[in-house]
Nanobody
């Protein structure tokens, strides 16, 4: 089992940057594929980015490709989401999720563990 805690959200102007972190508990973090999802008010949770358990494969939603970068540091039990060139439509609560021995899943239903979320607000 793994527990996840996101941080790094906040208020930023359009065109700005933020880096989200997701810290995981437990000694088997390197066995989990990690994903980032977001949910805006009145909308369903949507896929943003994912990284395989080994870190050698990454996946992105088309809406963030070229602007966001997912990475992980297994020594620190942490996954990151670097967000550049932020747009108002990126405003949402961002969640990280974990899948044991995953490959970078894009469907939220495949994730067994979730953090509590961190709010990202981009002003125009």
């Amino acid at each position: 089992q793994v527990q996840l805690v996101e941080s790094g959200g906040g208020l930023v102007q359009a065109g700005g940057s933020l880096r989200l972190s997701c810290a995981a508990s437990g000694r088997t973090f390197s066995s989990y594929s990690m994903g980032w999802f977001r949910q805006a008010p009145g909308k369903e949770r949507e896929f943003v980015a994912a990284i395989s358990w080994s870190g050698d494969r990454t996946y992105y939603a088309d809406s963030v490709k070229g602007r966001f970068t997912v990475s992980r540091d297994n020594a620190k039990n942490t996954v990151y989401l670097q967000m550049n060139s932020l747009k108002p439509e990126d405003t949402a609560v961002y969640y990280c999720g974990a899948v044991l021995w995953g490959r970078g899943e894009v469907a939220a239903t495949q994730y067994a563990y979730w953090g509590q979320g961190t709010q990202v607000t981009v002003s125009s």
